[in-house]
């Protein structure tokens, strides 16, 4: 018996599995509550993402940031396959490795350009990452008309999370550890009342509509809740070892990523940061599968680009593209619901993880478990 309260965790995603491992390792009896993929629906966001580590919810106090990102840096080292000084606790399985990283730099009036983030003032961190300041100029790429003119670039390591491996990863670690998974899709948290005395709504995109938040869509303040459209390729036939990205200046209207991963033997190529309310077709709804389906258009400039780091990629025959969904929410939700929540049950929200959910991850789940313990 345990003394745990009985817990339904909402949604299988990438937050949803963390929140749910962290607590069942905590002794509490959990079982997730997901919708079940169709045959014909997408991936779901979190097996699309690329993925690396790296804060980027600029929005969100820094505090929870460090809260959020730290934490989810130590999983990831602990899971390592290839860390000097990991435990390497069946890394291999996890699909975690670390790999070396260019990050550049197109406009010189950026603060990350000017000085290095935050998180790589951290001392463990920045131990970790191997971060030794700005490459030599002369190494940078040369100017283009797609990506711009390079000023700036810095050489560090990343955890890499090949999302294919990991996904199935964490849910087979939650089984073991004796949590439960129901294929269902809750249109009334209300209904789940009797049944659990903790609700923890990890439910992405989805929280829209079950919780009405953002609904409906509020087209002059599109930055409150939507759905920003990520399009990658997985390529197969060529090999570059370094994962290397842009993700400010230009980067931001046309992020670039070149992100290799051992696990599965692939590089993902990206990508878009389309929302949803740019598009002229924008009258549709925001569930709408049409928005999954890859565009020919992006999937040319992407090579286009990523050909531009490194030629060979203009060459790729083997590859297979993915679309996204990111849940993008101004700022996230991390909280405990107190106009729901009672004597007896408690509904946590943590969702809206936008562009760097795998980054803040397992944080989510340390600090699902830190708000339980302050009650
Ligand atoms: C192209 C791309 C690249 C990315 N790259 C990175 C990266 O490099 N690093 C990084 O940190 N992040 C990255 N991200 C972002 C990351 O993927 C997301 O932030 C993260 O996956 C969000 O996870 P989630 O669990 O909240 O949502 P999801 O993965 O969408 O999971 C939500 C789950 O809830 C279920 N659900 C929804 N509604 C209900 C309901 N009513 N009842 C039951 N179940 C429900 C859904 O079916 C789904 O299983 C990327 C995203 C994309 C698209």
């Known amino acids: 018996m345990t003394d745990h309260p009985k817990t339904a965790i909402l949604g299988g ?32 966001t979190s097996l699309v993402a690329a993925a690396y580590w790296f804060p980027t919810h600029k929005q969100l106090e820094l505090e929870l940031q460090r809260e959020l990102t730290l934490p989810t840096f130590e999983h990831f080292w602990s899971l390592m396959d290839n860390a000097p000084g990991s435990q390497n606790a069946g890394s291999k399985d996890a699909g975690v490795s670390m790999v070396d990283t260019l990050e550049l730099f197109d406009d010189t009036s950026l603060p990350e350009q000017r000085e290095p983030a935050w998180w790589m003032g951290d001392e463990q961190t920045r131990d970790r990452i191997g971060f030794h300041g700005p490459v030599d100029e002369k190494t940078l790429p040369a100017p283009t008309e797609q990506l711009g003119t390079f000023v700036q670039g810095y050489r560090y390591k990343l955890p890499v999370i090949s999302m294919p491996r990991y996904m199935p990863w964490l849910y087979e670690q939650f089984v073991r550890q004796g949590g439960d ?14 049944e659990f ?4 709504n990890t439910t992405g995109l989805g929280a829209r509509k079950l919780t009405f938040d953002g609904e409906p869509l509020d ?35 046309k992020p670039t990523y070149i992100v290799p991963r051992a696990a599965t033997k692939d590089v993902v190529l990206g990508g878009t940061y389309l929302p949803l309310m740019d598009d002229p ?33 203009a060459k790729t025959k083997d590859y297979h593209v993915l679309v996204g969904k990111r849940p993008y929410r101004k700022p996230l939700r991390l909280e405990v619901d107190e106009q729901f929540s009672d004597d007896k ?12 959910g795998v980054t803040m991850s397992w944080g989510s789940g340390e600090k699902v478990l830190a708000m339980l313990n302050d009650q």
């Not at 249109?187 to 009797?194: G, I, Y």
């Not at 049950?345 to 760097?356: A, K, V």
């Open 219 to 253: 087209r002059a303040r599109p930055e409150t809740f939507h759905t920003l459209i990520g399009q990658v390729m997985a390529v197969r036939d060529v090999w570059y070892p370094t994962l290397t990205f842009m993700r400010y200046g230009m980067g931001a209207k």
């Open 197 to 200: 005395d903790l609700i923890v």
């Open 13 to 44: 995603g990438v937050i949803g599995l963390s929140v749910a491992l962290r607590l069942a390792r905590e002794g509490f009896p959990v079982t997730v509550i997901t919708q079940p993929l169709g045959p014909t629906d997408p991936p779901m």
């Open 281 to 313: 077709e924008q009258n549709i709804d925001i569930d709408d599968g049409c928005w999954t389906v890859p565009k020919d258009q992006w999937t040319a400039d992407i090579l286009e680009r990523a050909a531009i780091l490194h030629p060979d990629f």
């Open 345 to 356: 049950l408690t509904l946590i929200h943590c969702y809206g993880h936008s562009t760097s």
């Open 181 to 194: 998974v129901r294929d269902e899709q809750v249109r009334d948290v209300a209904a789940l009342k009797d």
